[in-house]
């Protein structure tokens, strides 16, 4: 058998040997080993790009202690041929590793088979335009900017993005590619005085440097020569009228359009491959079937080609001018050592083993069961957590298991250490188990992989918290306290209590009286919505003012739920109706998706798929941003809904998105025997009859159209599915035909920015509600700036753009004015080409106006609010609005989400006067909308929208007045107990508390210390989600998150945790109050206590020095606890001891052990 950490390597160039048996991570240390031992580059051939990523990961693990350099050379991540550019990222790593790899002695580079194959940019043409910048040197601003220029820079006012430069007289910012920030080159007369970090969104300077190393800024030179070149290559490859040709054009004027990096033959004479950046010696190793994978790469290119080849207006070139073929690729590698995975023939064995599976099982006895048996077994183990603060968790969950672990600062530690177990902090995937050793990763004990850097999604969103959150909250804000009602809330202060330190929410109430709430009790406290701040309601403390509120707005609550109950029992009336479930064709089609689907767009389909195969109709709201794949959740729903014999009504606001939607849904089901029709204004008369009655005869499957395909002389032969994109955007007559056909038919609502109301029917639970929070991967949140409308703004806003190739929307909503709009901007920027769109044009002149957008035959489209919803471009990332103050702030964000929607940085200028002359709530809209600028804020913008406009406006007077009186959260929490209570029968109680009011206090301090975290705002947001937290699990998140943010949690906080994770136990049992000091404390029983009598009366009789109980509501206790640890451990056995169906052998042993 052979050595995991001494295999074999061959010998000379040219000699291959074999690994076979490496399974888990045992083939990244395989790797790591072989690179510590052989003098030169290390390369590693991998599958795809997420191997490489697990890959380098491992290597990075197992070689911390070799001071090797680990590089990647990233797939573009983009399709052959593809339409877009890759991401700035991909291309940054991408020059960094080109410019490192004939500078290394050694190190190992790992590589996919797609970038294997890759022809490249020439060495020459990185050497030519590299330079390094050193303090000292002499600088000449006008040499230096056509330097940039020619590497592909491009001149800004203010240096954002990698690529970008900017001259501001003596101060010169570039953000170089490779580098993690921007630099300022500060100049005293014509010499560098001083070189300095700085960071792109705050423009602040970081630190000083000596040197700086900059890089091309494209893997393709856009010198004057260059463009030339490209030219006249075009000329020769290409038989076709260049002005018809996009991709000419933008070169043509020295702009890089999407797509160029699929052109790059024509700016050199030759290209490069990867062998011709590697040294002679290097060692070369397969972590996979190095024939197939690029064979089935190969496979793809070629029928990526024959697709493509016949578009006049972008042609390709021959897979072989992109590509290296087959034979080009194993001859190439004749040349070098190379070790084959799991092929060659007299491959040398490993011996190492999968270890069983480790699973936690949460309701088990000993959730660690699994693992303990492995131990016992198994050889020395390293536990390997994702983050400090997931370490922090895996330390303690091996600590209950009984299985002690020492901290290794790395694997190297581990291995030369004597400890049985260790325990670190490596994002390690695969598990490993060896002859003497074992690596377990977190992900083989929690069974699921914790949020990586790199490769995560955002959390997800609860659209219930985002209501009741206090993350926006300033001082003089109202809040609402769920017993003594509204105040304002005037910051955090710390009081001692009983000589411990604690601190306090303080809210201000009428006649200046003040409330401090402990922090351990912001589950009480929410913030208000409903009103304006200037309105909202201000209550005395100790008066009857907020009771009589509550009991008033309970009054007309009852009928509402009444109303909403009748709609639900309706829906739940019309049964027998259920569709056929997924079959193998449905998977074909759910398959053909051409991207990753996100967990919550798969969660999304998986509940609207069990809702069309129930008997009750469906009526569910997926609530998503703009961009993140609720049209493909639809399509779903159409294809097993035509699957069946259904037809579908898909029912869009607008007419450019019902031809949009056409358009993506006769693409999507091409491959499939699927009738499709739609109708619309850009329809001739005589197409929307033929379409009538093809619809009525069952020959269209899919129908979709604007609200006219709710006028009554369109008749569905079987209609069982409908689908509304934005029911908000519809009329009243619409939406009354809308409320009639839920009771009849499968309703599947779409919606960016939910309205309250509609918000208000799915957490009711009357709507079926799916939230697709998570971004698709490398999408970059909109970068959002309100600026006041000047000349110089807007051309660097256009510019930027198209010298990235990409498009702009320049958003004008006055029909009168807009030619001239138009005018102006051709004058501000001549190289533009500029296209005009409004509803008021003809139906076709509109048409090819969008098409021309679409096509990239203009690169700026003048237009008024037509493209507010659906429009999808996703080469469009750049939005600029005139004026943005008259627009509502559900209407912003519709209009911003028609950028960012590929995984390039989006800008949104919003146009406004000067704030002086704005209403005071278009100011609250823009800067609402400026702040929340994070992917998936469709649901914090629905609340701002419902504070700035008032709820009256949105929910009708009806229930306005109520919601005013008492905030939307708690008219939300009223609402959803009458619903519970008409449905069950009972009566809505309002002297039956909405929350319990659990208090422990354990007489030590439990608080956030601002010396951990200075920022009083981010301390409160913490101090509320601690608060709020349901489960020992959400406080495990939350605990190492702050560890990651944060730093190691200082012992207040830690007692803040022990003391919240004490309160959820005794929430479970009902009790209302655990207050226990050094010497003495009592325990007091809420009114529907959950306690075991049993255990209470023995636990009375057996200890009656400890215990006495006082009253039947209180438990008095006397012990001597002047440890803080010690009186945890005694609350937590007390309260083990009195949960029903505990252990009933309570021996005097367990007392003393615990009590």
């Not at 794949?629 to 998105?657: S, Y």
């Not at 957490?763 to 000047?790: E, N």
């Not at 203009?858 to 627009?887: H, Q, W, Y």
Request: aromatic letters at 8%; a negative charge; one cysteine or more.
């Amino acid at each position: 058998m052979a050595d995991v950490f001494d295999p074999p390597l061959p010998e000379r160039a040219g000699d291959d040997v074999g690994w076979q048996g490496l399974t888990g991570s045992a083939m990244g240390l395989a790797v790591t080993e072989a690179a510590r031992r052989h003098p030169g580059l290390t390369v590693v051939i991998t599958d795809d790009p997420d191997a490489t990523y697990r890959m380098r990961c491992e290597v990075e693990f197992f070689g911390a202690d070799t001071g090797l350099p680990v590089l990647t050379l990233p797939d573009w991540e983009t399709l052959a041929y593809d339409a877009f550019s890759p991401h700035q990222d991909i291309v940054s790593e991408r020059l960094l590793t080109l410019y490192r790899l004939p500078r290394l002695a050694s190190g190992v580079l790992i590589v996919p088979v797609g970038t294997l194959l890759q022809r490249l940019t020439p060495q020459q043409f990185l050497d030519a335009h590299s330079l390094i910048i050193q303090r000292g040197d002499p600088f000449d601003v006008g040499a230096y900017r056509a330097r940039f220029e020619q590497a592909g820079y491009t001149c800004v006012e203010t240096v954002r993005e990698r690529g970008e430069f900017a001259v501001r007289g003596s101060l010169v910012d570039i953000f170089p590619m490779g580098a993690t920030d921007p630099f300022r080159i500060d100049l005293f007369d014509d010499e560098v005085d001083t070189l300095r970090l700085f960071e792109a969104d705050s423009q602040r300077t970081i630190e000083q440097v000596s040197r700086i190393e900059l890089l091309p800024a494209k893997e393709f030179p856009m010198s004057t020569a260059a463009i030339a070149r490209f030219r006249d290559n075009w000329h020769a490859n290409f038989d076709v009228d260049v002005r018809r040709c996009p991709m000419y054009q933008d070169i043509s004027q020295g702009i890089s359009p999407s797509g160029i990096e699929y052109y790059l033959p024509l700016f050199f004479d030759s290209l490069a491959t990867l062998f011709d950046y590697l040294p002679d010696d290097s060692l070369i190793i397969s972590d996979t079937n190095l024939q197939s994978a690029a064979r089935h790469f190969l496979k793809d290119v070629a029928e990526r080609h024959e697709s493509l080849r016949h578009d006049l207006e972008r042609p390709i070139l021959e897979p072989a001018r992109l590509y290296q073929r087959e034979d080009e690729l194993f001859g190439a590698l004749q040349g070098y050592r190379r070790v084959i995975f799991d092929g060659a023939r007299h491959a040398s064995r490993f011996e190492s083993r999968t270890p069983p599976d480790l699973t936690a099982n949460s309701r088990a006895q000993n959730p660690a069961e699994r693992l303990c048996r492995f131990m016992a077994e198994a050889p020395r183990t390293l536990f390997c957590a994702d983050s400090p603060g997931r370490r922090e968790l895996l330390w303690e969950f091996l600590t209950r298991a009984g299985l002690a672990t020492v901290d290794c600062e790395d694997f190297a530690a581990f291995r030369e250490g004597s400890m049985p177990l260790g325990i670190t902090v490596a994002p390690v995937e695969r598990s490993l188990w060896i002859s003497d050793m074992a690596i377990v990763g977190e992900a083989q004990i929690f069974g699921r992989r914790s949020e990586s850097p790199g490769r995560t999604g955002r959390r997800g969103i609860d659209p219930d918290q985002v209501i009741r959150n206090l993350t926006e909250l300033n001082i003089g804000a109202p809040v609402v306290h769920l017993e003594h009602g509204v105040g304002r809330y005037q910051g955090l202060t710390t009081l001692d209590i009983d000589s411990s330190q604690s601190e306090f929410l303080t809210i201000e109430y009428a006649e200046a009286a003040l409330l401090y709430v402990p922090v351990a009790s912001l589950h009480l406290i929410s913030r208000y919505a409903g009103a304006d701040a200037e309105t909202a309601p201000m209550h005395r403390l100790g008066s009857d003012q907020w009771d009589k509120a509550k009991r008033k707005a309970a009054e007309k609550i009852h009928d509402v739920a009444a109303e909403l109950l009748d709609i639900y029992a309706r829906r739940e009336a019309r049964g027998g109706k259920a569709l056929a479930g997924p079959d193998e064709d449905y998977q074909r089609f759910a398959d053909q998706f051409p991207f990753d689907v996100t967990p919550d767009q798969q969660a999304a389909i998986d509940a609207v798929t069990d809702d069309l195969c129930s008997a009750r109709s469906m009526d569910r709201l997926i609530c998503g941003d703009v961009g993140f794949g609720k049209t493909e959740v639809a399509m779903q729903a159409a294809f097993l809904a035509a699957q069946n014999g259904k037809q579908v009504a898909l029912l869009v606001p607008t007419t450019l998105l019902a031809q949009q939607h056409f358009d993506n849904f006769r693409d999507r089901f091409a491959d499939w025997p699927v009738q499709i029709e739609v109708v619309s204004r850009l329809r001739t008369d005589g197409e929307v009859e033929a379409a009538r009655q093809r619809l009525a005869s069952g020959a269209v499957d899919i129908c979709i159209g604007t609200h006219k395909l709710l006028n009554k002389a369109f008749v569905f032969k079987d209609l069982g599915l409908v689908i509304i994109d934005e029911e908000h955007r519809f009329g009243v007559r619409q939406k009354e035909r809308l409320r009639s056909l839920r009771a009849e038919v499968d309703v599947l609502t779409l919606t960016a920015t939910p309205i309250p109301r509609t918000l208000n029917m799915a957490m009711g639970g009357i709507r079926d509600l799916s939230i697709i929070a998570t971004p698709p991967a490398k999408r970059l949140s909109i970068k959002t700036f309100v600026q006041q409308r000047r000349k110089h703004v807007i051309r660097e806003a256009i510019t930027r753009e198209l010298m990235r190739g990409g498009q702009v929307f320049y958003l004008h909503n006055e029909v009168r004015t807009i030619d001239q709009t138009a005018s102006e901007l051709e004058a501000l920027v001549p190289e533009a080409r500029i296209g005009i769109g409004h509803g008021q044009m003809p139906k076709r002149e509109l048409e090819r106006v969008m098409g021309d957008f679409y096509h990239r035959r203009s690169n700026v489209l003048v237009c008024t609010t037509i493209i507010e919803t659906g429009i999808d471009i996703p080469n469009a990332n750049t939005i600029i609005m005139d004026r943005a103050d008259k627009f509502g702030l559900a209407q912003l964000h519709q209009l911003r989400g028609r950028v960012g929607r590929s995984h390039r940085q989006a800008y949104a200028y919003l146009l406004a006067p000067h704030p002086k002359a704005m209403t005071s709530d278009a100011l609250k809209r823009l800067e609402a909308i400026e702040a929340a600028s994070e992917l998936g804020v469709g649901f914090t913008l629905a609340t701002h929208d419902m504070e700035v406009r008032g709820a009256g406006e949105l929910l009708g007077d009806e229930q306005s007045g109520q919601i005013e009186s008492i905030g939307f959260s708690l008219y939300m929490d009223m609402l959803d107990r009458a619903v519970k209570a008409i449905q069950s029968g009972t009566t809505f109680d309002l002297d039956v508390p909405l929350e319990t009011i659990e208090e422990v206090n354990l007489h030590f301090p439990a608080l956030i210390p601002d010396d951990y975290l200075p920022d009083v705002h981010t301390r409160l947001i913490m101090y509320k989600r601690i608060a709020s937290a349901h489960s020992t699990a959400e406080l495990d998140e939350l605990r190492a998150e702050m560890i990651d943010r944060f730093g190691q949690l200082p012992t207040q906080l830690r007692q803040l945790f022990t003391t919240t994770e004490l309160k959820l136990a005794a929430q479970s049992l009902g009790l209302a109050r655990i207050d226990i000091g050094q010497a003495t404390g009592r325990v007091e029983f809420g009114s529907e206590t959950r306690v075991d009598p049993l255990a209470l009366v023995q636990l009375v009789q057996r200890e009656p020095n400890t215990f006495r109980l006082d009253g039947g509501t209180r438990l008095r206790i006397t012990r001597n606890l002047e440890d803080p640890d010690k009186r945890v451990a005694f609350v937590r056995e007390l309260l083990h001891r009195l949960t029903p169906q505990a252990d009933a052998e309570r021996t005097t042993a367990d007392v003393a052990v615990g009590l």
